[in-house]
């Protein structure tokens, strides 16, 4: 217990430990229900874990001892290098079809690197709560960004979302200045949710001619290359329970909960995954309040439900 962060409740993870005794029965059973679910119903079981993993993945900003960039550093290094076992395990091929396909995903990783850097850094400066609420608005921005990339009718009606949203932010911020950590922290996190939306306009086409373990692991290396400069910014000092963390982050909250997402779309409409994803931010904060004992004031949380929200009503729109 004693190379745990200060920053847990002794009594949570007292709690936790104690009641582990029950975990082997509960997941024998879970997985005994598993093998008779439809497959369908499988795939919805692993995008609902996967988002699960997602936003756990938030608290090791808070967890992790390191400088931003050092984080997402390590994230995605472990990420690539279990997704490089996976496939080579697999005996599939790493070969792309063509340099245009190996420009894109070199163009997107840089994308990711810099989208985890904001967000960590955000969550870093502000909280889990402020970090994963902006990173939600990516929803917001794909369905604005979505006429513009595939040459698509504009939906004005998209605009509403995008105007409450704005509302919510309004909310949250303590005062319109980046000086305030909160406020730039928020931007931070807007700003990173927009580049997601971004990547995931990149990803669309890709993950048409590819699996998405292989792009996860294209992504994940261009990111580790690209950011490997930064590192000579950085104080390398690290020990080997902070090297665990991250290999914790980059394999199972990034290199398992995104091959969970993906072999879930197998047989769930991206729409209707999107939907189960807008939990991300819930899931999150419950994580935060209960770990790190983080306790959102009143109005992040109105904020909060309507950033959300409207995440949601822009994914059941088009699921609809």
Sequence with gaps: ???????????????????????????????????????????????????????????????????????????VFFAAFFLFIYILIGKKSFRLASLHDYFTLLVAGILLAFHWFTFFYSIQISSVAIGILGVSTFSIFS???????????????????????VVGIYIILPEFSLKNDVSFGLFLAIISGFT????????????????GSLVAFYQDLSATLVLIPLLFFVDLKINL???????????????????????????????????????????????????LNERPDKSVLLGGSIIVGMAFWVSLRKTI
């Design 241 to 291: 329970l902070e090297i665990g963390q991250l290999a914790l982050l980059g394999g199972i909250f990034t290199a398992i909960a995104h091959t969970l997402f993906i072999s879930g779309l197998s047989k769930i409409k991206v729409h209707k995954a999107s939907v189960v994803a807008n939990m991300e931010p819930v899931y999150g904060i419950l994580f935060a309040f209960f770990l």
């Design 143 to 165: 369905a604005l960004l979505e006429a513009l990339f595939f040459r698509e009718k504009f939906c004005y009606k998209n605009l509403i979302p995008a105007f409450l949203s």
């Design 196 to 211: 997601f939306a971004i990547i995931s306009f990149l990803n669309r086409k890709q993950v048409q001619m590819y699996s």
């Design 1 to 75: 217990m004693a190379c745990l962060p200060e920053t847990i409740p002794r009594k949570c993870f007292e709690a936790f430990f104690h009641k582990t005794k029950y975990y082997p029965a509960f997941f024998t059973i879970f997985a005994a229900q598993f093998a008779t679910m439809k497959s369908e119903t499988k795939s919805l079981w692993a995008i609902h874990i996967s988002v699960l993993l997602f936003g756990f993945a938030g608290l090791f900003g808070k967890w992790v001892l390191l400088p931003a960039q050092l984080i997402v550093f390590g994230r």
